[in-house]
T-cell receptor
Framework: GAGVSQSPSNKVTEKGKDVELRCDPI?????LYWYRQSLGQGLEFLIY????????KSGLPSDRFSAERTGGSVSTLTIQRTQQEDSAVYLC??????????????FGPGTRLTVT | AQSVAQPEDQVNVAEGNPLTVKCTYS??????LFWYVQYPNRGLQFLLKYITGDNLVKGSYGFEAEFNKSQTSFHLKKPSALVSDSALYFC???????????FGAGTRLTVKP
């Protein structure tokens, strides 16, 4: 079946512009994660959605970052007034269980963001 | 807060030899531990996990890992490496009731023919 998809696969933007990154999780998965992978770094947790519960936003690095998940499915990560340090690969993952942290996550291919 | 360390940026082994990719963790509580692999130009894939029970867990592609509580380690192992195992490997840890999965910086494994 279809895996997690993300769009766009690559995004080049100018410093100061806003960007939106999209994630389509696997159908039926209740948990959705966003991570950031910078060159030479591990994955940095950004935000977690579980069903209709309030998201865990504890990993968002600044108030320029926000995310929403509509209808418990598609999620959009928005970065306002992008900075060069925002350049990274943004990964989305979904998980099929309510107690998501005990189950493996299924990752999308990522969106490579380059801020010039 | 939980964290993991992967002390080796790079591991090189010859095909057919055993391989080990190291991971140590730091948590205040009982950890849930995971290994993921990232092949070139592909997304991360789950390999195996330790939640509870037997300390030796077996996963995909012949990989296994041993949970060692006294040494706070969860090293990934394979008895005989393949060239196709060459990839970037990530260790991750979380805690019960915690949404924040912490990943290590990754270890690049290169298996030479």
């Amino acid at each position: 079946g279809a895996g997690v998809s993300q769009s766009p696969s690559n995004k080049v933007t100018e410093k100061g512009k806003d960007v939106e990154l999209r994630c389509d999780p696997i159908s039926g998965h209740t948990a959705l994660y966003w991570y950031r992978q910078s060159l030479g770094q591990g994955l940095e947790f950004l935000i977690y959605f579980q069903g209709n519960s309030a998201p865990d936003k504890s990993g968002l690095p600044s108030d320029r970052f926000s995310a929403e998940r509509t209808g418990g499915s598609v999620s959009t990560l928005t970065i306002q007034r992008t900075q060069q340090e925002d350049s990274a690969v943004y990964l989305c993952a979904s998980s099929p269980r309510r107690i998501a942290h005990t189950y493996e996550q299924y990752f999308g291919p990522g969106t490579r963001l380059t801020v010039t | 807060a939980q964290s993991v360390a992967q002390p080796e940026d790079q591991v090189n082994v010859a095909e057919g030899n055993p391989l080990t990719v190291k991971c140590t963790y730091s948590v205040s509580g009982n950890p849930y531990l995971f290994w993921y692999v990232q092949y070139p130009n592909r997304g991360l894939q789950f390999l195996l996990k330790y939640i509870t029970g037997d300390n030796l867990v077996k996963g995909s592609y012949g990989f296994e890992a041993e949970f060692n509580k006294s040494q706070t380690s969860f090293h990934l192992k394979k008895p005989s490496a393949l060239v196709s195992d060459s990839a970037l490997y990530f260790c991750a840890v979380t805690l019960r009731g915690n949404n924040d999965m912490r990943f290590g910086a990754g270890t690049r494994l290169t298996v030479k023919p």
